[in-house]
């Protein structure tokens, strides 16, 4: 396994975590984007101040840019960065494409779909015509015409971000990496069975993908405090990150054991009382899906993502003082390598 950090790039001193992340021997750096900043900036300044990290997006939203311009973000990346950047893509959901960027939210498997055969098209140097369901390029009754990227070809690793059924086995099929999160190792074929069977339809090696999942890392010995804190965050997660009828989330909780537990914390967070939504929330959730504890508990959880075949762990370091999350990291790292080199199960 390989370890990744979320960083903030807006100050100086993320910038310096990530930069010391590097020297530690992290792998990549994830920027996210959701309602405020936009994941591509910071990954520029990142790169020009690393040698060695791989740059993902940790998503791009699909639908806020069209493919065409998130291919020539990636191709730009791609030269900045010296070839190190990673282009993470997903759906995101109606909350946030209908009530942010103005956009439908429909057929977002589809949509998902054709923004990745567009973009390897751009990216591959080919002229760009393309007949889909929800893209048409050039539209047939205008005036536009078919034309080829004037920067060289260039391969850009796609990531996609699935939670879905649908969404994993394309995954599976197109994509070089999966994001996840949601995630517990014990029912990992919820979401890699999927993914398999996309990638043996198209004739793919499941193993070629890079499976990334994201963790929360908290190195304390009150387990149950931090499990309990953690899990209290899951109630915003199951009440509000996503519409009463669309949910994303939760449905990837319900899938694996969860599923009176997530509706029951919805209802009461719909209800507004969260408070009691918060509390409803099982501590297991909160440890089942984050690192949490001494050395030795956090050594067992990554071997049970190591033999589940999670390949890399994009990890977010709890507390915000610097020297404290640094050594926090090399001790991952430390743990990580030790797993590693005891080989899987």
């Not at 790169?47 to 730009?76: E, F």
């Not at 209290?232 to 939760?250: E, I, K, R, V, W």
């Not at 914390?265 to 009382?273: A, E, K, N, T, Y």
């Not at 956090?298 to 390949?311: F, H, K, P, S």
Request: proline share 4%; net charge negative; hydrophobic share 40%.
């Amino acid at each position: 396994m390989r370890i990744g950090v979320h960083a903030n790039a807006h100050t100086p001193a993320g910038r310096q975590f990530v930069q010391e992340a590097e020297r530690l021997g992290a792998d990549t750096v994830w920027a996210a984007e959701a309602w405020g900043g936009d994941a591509f900036t910071p990954l520029a300044a990142l790169s020009s101040i690393t040698t060695t990290l791989r740059l993902g997006t940790g998503i791009v939203q699909l639908g806020a840019r069209t493919p065409a311009m998130l291919a020539m973000s990636a191709l730009s990346m791609q030269a900045l960065s010296g070839g190190r950047f990673i282009l993470g893509i997903g759906a995101s959901g109606p909350q946030v494409m209908e009530g942010w960027h103005g956009i439908r939210f429909h057929k977002p498997v589809q949509r998902t779909r054709e923004t990745i055969e567009i973009i390897r098209r751009v990216t591959a140097g080919e002229r760009l015509a393309y007949d889909g369901e929800v893209y048409t390029l050039p539209l047939p009754d205008g005036e536009g015409r078919s034309m080829r990227s004037s920067m060289a070809p260039r391969h850009v690793p796609v990531y996609v971000a699935a939670l879905g059924p649908a969404n994993l086995r394309l995954t599976g099929e197109l994509a070089d990496g999966w994001i996840g999160n949601s995630f517990f190792p014990e029912t990992a074929d919820v979401f890699f069975d999927p993914i398999r069977e996309g990638a043996a339809h198209a004739g793919r090696d499941f193993s070629d993908l890079d499976l990334t999942v994201a963790v929360s890392v908290e190195l304390t010995d009150d387990v149950e405090e931090a499990g309990r804190r953690h899990a209290d965050g899951y109630a915003f997660t199951f009440g509000a990150m996503g519409s009463p009828t669309t949910n994303f989330y939760l449905d990837a909780f319900a899938r694996q054991g969860f599923r009176d537990d997530v509706l029951e914390v919805q209802r009461l967070w719909l209800s507004g009382d969260r408070d009691a939504a918060r509390r409803r929330v099982p501590t297991e959730v909160g440890l089942g899906t984050n690192l949490i504890g001494p050395d030795a508990a956090i050594r067992e959880r990554l071997r049970l993502y190591r033999d589940a075949g999670v390949t890399s762990l994009r990890v977010q370091l709890a507390g915000d003082d610097l020297d404290r999350r640094l050594d926090d990291l090399g001790r991952l790292l430390d743990l990580v390598a030790a797993v590693n080199a005891e080989g899987g199960s």
